[in-house]
């Protein structure tokens, strides 16, 4: 059974840029949340996505959107990045209603 | 507005003994309340959960309690052993309200040590 994979682990970039993370579920999961981690905090949810379709939504501005394939792996993009967006952005994936399960992260840092 | 509060960013235990974590939350729609365990360079791993239906869930040496009029819940480590190390989330998600478990609103996390 494959487990939650991210890609990729680490990226830069610079202020005003657009970036685009990906993430493939768990086998058999059907449902994906995007998390944000800032230092010393606790992961912030962005967003989830449920067949194809954004099922609830975080406090975050729509300059950070989605999207779920067929397969249920998901991208997150955002927009115009600011110095606040750099985080461990984390792929969290699960059945309906059940306990999320973690990729390891991809590292984001805005210059 | 932190609604799930860990007011202790770090502990440390000696092997063998109990280690207890500690968590606050402000909101009365958190129905579902989980811990999870984060090492460097990894994502987190679900540990233990509890409902609010109950007041303890017990995972071999993890247990949770659930204080609901206190909005208090604490996850006991017994015997705590060294691979224990990491830091420790608590989360809670208002399940019957949001009609998901995956909105979690996240604690700030404690750092765990367990010495030799």
């Known amino acids: 059974e494959t487990g939650v994979t991210q890609s990729p682990t680490h990226l830069i970039k610079t202020r005003g840029q657009q970036v685009t993370l990906r993430c493939s579920s768990q086998?058999?999961?059907?449902?994906v949340s995007w998390y944000q981690q800032a230092l010393g905090q606790g992961p912030q949810f962005i967003f989830q996505?449920?067949?194809?379709?954004?099922?609830g939504r975080g406090n975050f501005p729509p300059r950070f959107s989605g999207l779920q394939f067929p397969n249920y792996s998901s991208e997150l993009n955002v927009n115009a990045l600011e110095l606040d967006d750099s985080a461990l952005y984390l792929c969290?994936?699960?059945?309906?209603?059940?306990?999320?399960?973690f990729g390891s992260g991809t590292q984001l840092s805005v210059l | 507005d932190q609604q799930v509060k860990q007011n202790s960013p770090s502990l440390s235990v000696q092997e063998g003994r109990i280690s207890i974590l500690n968590c606050d939350y402000t909101?009365?729609?958190?129905?579902?309340f989980l811990w999870y365990k984060k090492y460097p360079a990894e994502g987190p791993t679900f540990l233990i959960s509890i409902s609010s239906i109950k007041d303890k869930n017990e995972d071999g040496r993890f247990t949770v309690f659930l204080n609901k009029s206190a909005k208090h819940l604490s996850l006991h480590i017994v015997p705590s052993q060294p691979g224990d190390s990491a830091v420790y989330f608590c989360a809670a998600s208002a399940r019957r309200e949001t009609g998901t478990a995956s909105k979690l609103t996240f604690g700030t996390g404690t750092r765990l040590q367990v010495t030799l």
């Open positions: 086998s058999g999961h059907n449902t």
């Open positions: 969290a994936s699960s059945r309906p209603n059940e306990k999320l399960f």
């Open positions: 996505y449920y067949r194809e379709e954004e099922n």
């Open positions: 909101n009365s729609m958190f129905d579902y």
